[in-house]
T-cell receptor, first 112, second 116 residues
Framework: DGGITQSPKYLFRKEGQNVTLSCEQN?????MYWYRQDPGQGLRLIYY???????QKGDIAEGYSVSREKKESFPLTVTSAQKNPTAFYLC???????????FGEGSWLTVV | AQKVTQAQTEISVVEKEDVTLDCVYE???????LFWYKQPPSGELVFLIR??????QNEISGRYSWNFQKSTSSFNFTITASQVVDSAVYFC?????????????FGQGTELSVKP
């Protein structure tokens, strides 16, 4: 089936540890995105990539890092520098930056 | 500055009632897109509709309809004869054509609860 796959669905991390969230898409989309959602709030853009080997910071990039070595993959690393990492993380993709954006099922990250 | 406001935080209706979710946006661009997404309890965002700023025609898709009015900067969403399966959080979002490649600006969301 075509779609956007995020893993893991649930992740627990100790303070001070880095963690990487996986996002894979088989839709042949050029653009990929990472959004963060906090309870009762809308989504905020962390990073986005319009093409392989290129990515841009969104509104809340501090404490996060990404890579885009392959068209289908856009992993997000939540570093220990991120002060409030507990949140719901959503990966998304679109054919181009001007197209409809489709979302994955999300990953819940809890820092304990 | 760009902004999307969904003033209704929570709405509760009884099945078969009609319900309208409000969305007001702010943008300085003349070319932009407006979206509605549905987020069921499972968490993923489901795309419902995209409209561009040059198309003010209302749209109907089954029990769903959308009213886009540039004069009031609103893009409201109506569910007719609501069903329990419509219970979810609904997000309105804005994308500006010349802004950071496809970035979506989201409203806070409206949680709709449809009771049997």
């Amino acid at each position: 089936d075509g779609g956007i796959t995020q893993s893991p669905k649930y992740l627990f991390r100790k303070e001070g540890q880095n963690v990487t969230l996986s996002c894979e898409q088989n839709l042949n989309h050029d653009a990929m995105y990472w959004y963060r959602q906090d309870p009762g709030q809308g989504l905020r853009l962390i990073y986005y990539s319009q093409i392989v080997n290129d990515f841009q910071k969104g509104d809340i990039a501090e404490g996060y890092s990404v890579s885009r070595e392959k068209k289908e993959s856009f992993p997000l690393t939540v570093t220990s520098a991120q002060k409030n990492p507990t949140a719901f993380y959503l990966c998304a993709s679109s054919i181009t930056a001007a197209s409809i954006i489709y979302f994955g099922e999300g990953s819940w990250l809890t820092v304990v | 500055a760009q902004k999307v406001t969904q003033a209704q935080t929570e709405i509760s209706v009884v099945e078969k009632e009609d319900v309208t979710l409000d969305c007001v946006y702010e943008t300085r661009d003349t070319t932009y897109y407006l979206f509605w997404y549905k987020q069921p309890p499972s968490g993923e965002l489901v795309f419902l509709i995209r409209r561009n700023s040059f198309d003010e025609q209302n749209e109907i898709s089954g029990r769903y309809s959308w009213n886009f009015q540039k004069s009031t900067s609103s893009f409201n969403f109506t569910i007719t004869a609501s069903q329990v399966v419509d219970s979810a959080v609904y997000f309105c979002a804005l994308s500006e054509e010349y802004n950071q490649g496809g970035k979506l600006i989201f409203g806070q969301g409206t949680e709709l609860s449809v009771k049997p």
